[in-house]
């Protein structure tokens, strides 16, 4: 798809599973095949067999770690921690193949920002985020370095990357591999936002240039090449 076209479905999907969040739902089970396309264009979230209530809590906070208490309304609550394993791997969050307890709402969001890189690309990052997988271990170790997850993931499959500043910043954001640094569905719903606003020329991309030297030294010339050919990424990146 078209950035500007992805963007607008992402939008509009993000924003269903940011309310769903507000309800005390996880899906875990999102994918590109679980959004329908109603005839106006509109897109509708389907398929809620694997959705998770949290019921009884108060505590809303997307990056609360399982079993480590999180401040809500009401006072302190520790929320429910998640241990069966659900989805399609492709889009499975990292600690739910762990198999040692994990956040749905954390979750959840890892699996938007692969629906996003699909939509983008045209292709998935990984087959599956685990351990023993080649490109997934590879990629972590080069974007603990380098810092951008999304432009290791192009260099790893030689293909130079068009996207935006800003859309790399939010796929950055949501394909984080640790929950408590991954940001929440209403952060996601804004940073698409502020990616279509950008496209649309109202806003200036805050950007930054990397040195060579801060790349990591055990890097293949794909990287260097894939940086040099890249649009700068976001200084919003932490």
């Not at 999102?30 to 329908?36: A, F, G, H, S, Y």
């Not at 241990?83 to 890892?110: N, T």
């Not at 990591?216 to 010339?221: F, G």
Request: hydrophobic letters at 40%.
């Amino acid at each position: 798809l078209a950035e500007a076209e992805a963007l607008r479905y992402f939008r509009e999907i993000v924003g269903a599973v940011e309310f769903l969040h507000t309800q005390r739902i996880a899906h875990r089970d999102l994918k590109l095949e679980n959004v329908l396309i109603s005839a106006s264009g509109a897109c509708k979230l389907a398929d809620f067999g694997l959705a998770h209530e949290y019921v009884g809590e108060r505590d809303l906070d997307p990056r609360a770690v399982p079993g480590r208490p999180s401040e809500g309304v009401g006072g302190w609550r520790e929320r429910e921690v998640l241990y069966d394993v659900c989805g399609s791997k492709s889009y499975v969050a990292p600690e739910v193949l762990l198999k040692l307890g994990y956040d749905g709402y954390s979750a959840d969001v890892w699996s938007l920002g692969i629906c996003l890189f699909a939509m983008l690309t045209g292709f998935f990052p990984f087959t599956e985020a685990v351990a023993d997988n080649a490109h997934y271990t590879s990629a972590q170790m080069q974007a603990a370095a380098y810092g951008s997850l999304t432009m290791v993931v192009f260099g790893m499959y030689n293909t130079r990357c068009s996207l935006s500043p800003r859309a790399i910043e939010l796929l950055d954001l949501l394909l984080r591999t640790s929950p408590a640094k991954r940001c929440s569905a209403r952060d996601a719903l804004a940073c698409t936002l502020v990616a279509e606003a950008s496209l649309d020329g109202q806003l200036e991309p805050t950007a930054i240039q990397a040195p060579a030297a801060a790349l990591p030294s055990h890097d293949s010339q794909w990287l260097q090449d894939t940086w040099d050919s890249r649009s700068p990424v976001p200084s919003l990146l932490s």
